[in-house]
């Protein structure tokens, strides 16, 4: 057997043995399966192509940090939309039309401008509409990253408390 056929083999094996455990994980992490598949498969299709090299040694233990920094990658990708759904599961179980969910996050919007501090509302705003990091925050208003945290637990459990009381 070749070497290109026994690293085929290695992959396919690593994959019947990690796949779901894997895709657990990655589940875990974004909270929507089918993204979990698309994360978990692509890792492997980049195994596949050599634009992975596993290490001889507890290869589990790559796998599952690249499956989490491509998650972490993914996240960090999504829209605003997308990430207020994340955190606050505005979302039933079944989707609703673009319109209904649109006019969710207007309802969301406008009652989280119109009922938090100021503070608060830039805060929240420099994080899910721009995607700064907490230090990102914290220097461009002046706070402390404690305060960023604690302005952002603050908005999004009154938003949990408001659109999905359930959550809490």
Same mark, same amino acid.
């Given at each position: 057997m070749d070497r290109m056929t026994a690293e085929k083999k290695e992959i396919e094996q690593l994959y019947i043995s990690q796949h779901q455990r894997l895709q657990a994980y990655a589940r875990l992490l974004l909270k929507d399966d089918i993204e979990a598949q698309d994360a978990v498969s692509d890792v492997f299709a980049r195994l596949a192509e050599g634009a992975?090299?596993?290490?001889?040694?507890?290869p589990e233990r790559y796998l599952t940090v690249t499956v989490r920094n491509l998650c972490l990658d993914r996240i960090?990708?999504?829209?605003?939309?997308e990430r207020i759904e994340r955190?606050? !599961?505005?979302?039933e179980s079944e989707p609703a039309p673009w319109e209904t969910e649109l006019d969710r996050i207007r309802e969301l919007n406008t009652y989280a401008e119109e009922t938090f501090s100021k503070q608060t509302w830039n805060v929240f705003q420099l994080r899910f509409g721009e995607g700064l990091r907490y230090r990102e925050i914290a220097e461009r208003l002046g706070i402390s990253e404690e305060s960023v945290f604690k302005h952002l637990t603050k908005a999004l459990r009154a938003l949990k408390e408001k659109?999905?009381? !359930?959550?809490?």
């Open positions: 992975i090299n596993l290490p001889a040694e507890h960090r990708k999504m829209t605003i939309r955190r606050v !599961s505005l979302l659109f999905n009381p !359930s959550c809490i």
